[in-house]
């Protein structure tokens, strides 16, 4: 099974600022990525797939780069409404796996 | 607008069995592979089994081979987990996702098993 482990587990940032999440896959995936938000109680929304495609109704502040076995998920200016968890899944081979999860909170 | 609604959630016995569906609409169902992924209590996410467009293909997650059933019906746009021997671990959100990109989600529905 491919693992996929996300750093940090936990961050705390400020309202405005710009903040990287890294995504490692333990082999090569390609650009088989998606990136997940979710808020306490609610279900997961979809924001990137392929690596660094936006899904449709996403903001632009989000964007994911990266292949082979190393991603990023950056959000830029954050706003209180992004305070949330993001997880990685890869898509490349089964199980299709996720990470462990990234708890982003307001410093 | 994209829509999934799942049910038959509930509580059951450890060794017990339920069927989960899975409403989809605002797309052409027929076109996508369609996925469950689970998430237990204060838990991240797990995916736990996926299907082809026809049926004719699917996978599971090790640890509910030979206990969990994944089906669609395409005429229904419906898609359907059929949980068997059912255990605690099992205790989780399940979510009917689209496809592997541009996901959709639906909104959840909860398994509890317990005596």
């Known amino acids: 099974d491919i693992q996929m482990t996300q750093s940090p587990s936990s961050l705390s940032a400020s309202v405005g600022d710009r903040v990287t999440i890294t995504c490692r896959a333990s082999?090569?995936?390609?650009?088989?990525l998606a990136w997940f938000q979710q808020k306490p109680g609610k279900a997961p929304k979809s924001l990137i797939y392929a690596a660094s495609s936006l899904q449709s109704g996403v903001p632009s502040k989000f964007s994911g780069s990266g292949s082979g076995t190393d991603f990023t998920l950056t959000i830029s200016s954050l706003q209180p409404e992004d305070f949330a968890a993001y997880y990685c899944?890869?898509?490349?081979?089964?199980?299709?796996?996720f990470g462990q999860g990234t708890r982003l909170e307001i410093k | 607008e994209v829509q999934l609604v799942e049910s038959g959630g509930g509580l059951v016995q450890p060794g017990g069995s339920l069927r989960l569906s899975c409403a989809a609409s605002?797309?052409?169902?027929?076109?996508?592979?369609m996925n469950w992924v689970r998430q237990a209590p204060g838990k991240g996410l797990e995916w736990v089994a996926n299907?082809?467009?026809?049926?004719?293909?699917?996978y599971y997650v090790d640890s509910v081979k030979g206990r969990f059933t994944i089906s669609r019906d395409n005429a229904k746009n419906s898609l359907y987990l059929q949980l068997n021997s059912l255990r605690a671990e099992d205790t989780a959100v399940y979510y009917c996702?689209?496809?592997?990109?541009?996901?959709?989600w639906g909104q959840g529905t909860l398994v509890t098993v317990s005596s």
């Open positions: 605002g797309f052409t169902f027929s076109t996508y592979w």
């Open positions: 299907i082809k467009q026809d049926g004719s293909d699917k």
């Open positions: 899944q890869q898509y490349n081979s089964y199980p299709i796996t």
């Open positions: 996702t689209r496809g592997h990109t541009n996901v959709y």
């Open positions: 082999q090569g995936i390609s650009n088989s």
